[in-house]
């Protein structure tokens, strides 16, 4: 039972540079979740899906879309990067159907910079 | 909006010593929740702690317990019995029901050392 794993832990793009950052859990939870988190400060939800099939926006989705590709795996893209994403970015899971009130499981986080 | 204030960017304790942390919220709703999330050095993200507002009993978790003064909008966690491992960043959380369902605001966090 690996919980929550995300691809890849590293990562640095130029300006304008595409990429996808993956996440997946196996614990058959139905809500998953994308935040970033800059220096000194909290962590900020990006998306957010309820459950397979259908994502909202968070608090900053702009730069981002999402893909809930099936229950295991919900992807992050950043289509044309910009320095301001450079950020830690975490995804996380959880079960049950009270959204934010049911505990999350938070992967281990991709730390990216733009140049 | 709701706003969430850690007034202690760092703190440190002794090994076997209790320590708090400070939180501040402003909110204008009755029904609310908060958490306090612990993050280590390897930046995984654990729950350690939650409160509902409608409760007046402190949650309580081990040696994690919390002081919750509604009224004064504060809710500090008291760490007893230290351990070197609990030395990470600790973040205070709020999440009110009358939001977006998967909002959570968070402080910007206490870096906590342990001495041994």
């Known amino acids: 039972n690996a919980g929550v794993t995300q691809t890849p832990k590293f990562q640095v793009l130029k300006t304008g540079q595409s990429m996808t950052l993956q996440c997946a859990q196996d614990?058959?939870?139905?809500?998953m979740y994308w935040y970033r988190q800059d220096p000194g400060m909290g962590l900020r939800l990006i998306y957010y899906s309820a459950s397979e099939g259908t994502t909202d926006k968070g608090e900053v989705p702009n730069g981002y879309n999402v893909s809930r590709l099936n229950k295991r795996e919900f992807s992050l893209r950043l289509e044309s990067a910009a320095p301001s994403q450079t950020s830690v970015y975490f995804c996380?899971?959880?079960?049950?159907?009270?959204?934010?009130?049911?505990?999350?499981?938070f992967g281990p986080g991709t730390r990216l910079t733009v140049l | 909006a709701q706003t969430v204030t850690q007034s202690q960017p760092e703190m440190s304790v002794q090994e076997a010593e209790t320590v708090t942390l400070s939180c501040t919220y402003d909110t204008s709703e009755s029904d609310y929740y908060l958490f306090w999330y612990k993050q280590p050095p390897s930046r995984q993200m654990i729950l350690v702690i939650r409160q509902e507002a409608y409760k007046q009993q402190n949650a309580t978790e081990n040696r994690f317990s919390v002081n919750f003064q509604k009224a004064a909008k504060s809710f500090s966690l008291k760490i007893s019995d230290s351990q070197l491992g609990d030395a990470a960043m600790y973040f205070c959380a709020y999440y009110g029901s009358g939001g977006s369902n998967y909002k959570l605001t968070f402080g910007k966090g206490t870096l906590l050392t342990v001495n041994p």
């Open positions: 614990m058959n939870h139905n809500s």
């Open positions: 996380a899971s959880s079960g049950g159907t009270s959204g934010i009130l049911d505990t999350q499981y």
